[in-house]
């Protein structure tokens, strides 16, 4: 991955123009987008499937997986603290 320590591509951008991190945040906010979609579909067509006995438990891993690939996709790091001011 591009490690680009300039700071057009650690911060935001101008007007009319984006940086790395703009495209980054637009590519996981259209992944998660798709997977909601993907979701809905799924469970549209889940509906119409008789799985028995397991349908509950199919539910379940259908939700299970969605909340993974959504933790998969944001960054968890805690954010480093503020160094003290020097004195």
Do not use: H
Request: glycine residues 10%.
């Amino acid at each position: 991955m591009l490690k680009c320590m300039c700071p057009r591509c650690l911060g935001g951008s101008k007007s009319f123009s984006l940086s790395l991190v703009d495209l980054k945040k637009l590519g996981k906010g259209m992944l998660i987008a798709v997977a909601g979609a993907s979701l809905t579909y799924l469970s549209e067509w889940l509906g119409n499937v008789d799985f028995g006995i397991f349908t509950p438990a199919i539910v379940a891993g259908m939700s299970v997986l969605v909340a993974a690939f959504q933790k998969y996709l944001i960054d968890t790091t805690p954010e480093e603290p503020d160094a003290p001011p020097e004195s």
